[in-house]
């Protein structure tokens, strides 16, 4: 069984600009999350889909963050602007239900300069 | 607001020495994993905890909790320095079973 794919890697950008990552999660995984993982720190929620419905977003900065799922399958997560303090690693993860065990992609580590 | 705090942060220790990993939890919980992450890595899931008084053990690893105390350890027996990694634990709660993670320990296990 394919794990959760991402992409980019990596990415170093400026301040101000913008940048898109991209997750395909495990095959009939209903439940993505995106996580950001601040050096040093445990990963933090940023926001969950059931399908291509959001459980919760309660943690992103939504005046530039957003994030899609549109076909219940793929998801995008986007920063526009990106700030200096967004250098992080984003997480995706899936799991067949928000109950059950969430398998984490390899991340994408940005750097915003 | 679900809390979890691990301690230590930092562990260094010495091959063939036992150490424990502590995490507390503020609030009770739906269930409670054990991540490993290696440097550059994602996490990978080395234990789910049910219900109170669950143990797993895998190797050199073994993880408890203590739904009453909100406590759960993960206990290294004899360490070796493959085990070198950061290790979180992470609750999963409320009704969306989100998972909250602790800031991690990061382990290292020295010849």
């Known amino acids: 069984e394919a794990g959760v794919a991402q992409s980019p890697r990596y990415k170093i950008i400026e301040k101000r600009q913008s940048v898109a990552f991209w997750c395909n999660p495990i095959?009939?995984?209903?439940?993505l999350y995106w996580y950001q993982q601040i050096l040093g720190q445990g990963p933090k929620l940023l926001i969950q889909?059931?399908?291509?419905?959001?459980?919760?977003d309660s943690q992103l900065p939504k005046d530039r963050f957003s994030a899609e799922r549109l076909k219940g399958v793929d998801s995008t997560l986007k920063i526009q602007p990106a700030k200096l303090e967004d250098s992080a690693v984003y997480l995706c993860?899936?799991?067949?239900?928000?109950?059950?065990?969430?398998?984490f992609g390899q991340g994408t580590r940005l750097t915003v300069v | 607001e679900l809390k979890v705090e691990q301690n230590p942060l930092f562990l260094s220790m010495q091959e063939g020495k036992n150490y424990t990993i502590y995490c507390n939890y503020s609030?009770?919980?739906?269930?409670l994993y054990w991540y490993r992450q290696d440097p550059g890595k994602s996490l990978e899931s080395l234990f789910v905890?049910?219900?109170?008084?669950a143990v797993k053990q895998e190797g050199r690893l073994m993880a408890s909790l203590d739904t009453k105390a909100r406590l759960s350890t993960l206990h290294i027996t004899a360490a070796v320095h493959d085990l070198s990694a950061t290790y979180f634990c992470?609750?999963?709660?409320?009704?969306?079973?989100?998972?909250?993670f602790g800031k991690g320990t990061l382990l290292t296990v020295n010849p």
């Open positions: 992470a609750l999963s709660g409320g009704s969306n079973y989100k998972l909250t």
């Open positions: 609030t009770t919980s739906d269930r």
């Open positions: 889909f059931q399908n291509n419905g959001v459980v919760d």
């Open positions: 905890l049910l219900s109170n008084g």
């Open positions: 993860a899936s799991s067949r239900t928000g109950k059950t065990e969430a398998f």
């Open positions: 095959s009939g995984h209903a439940t």
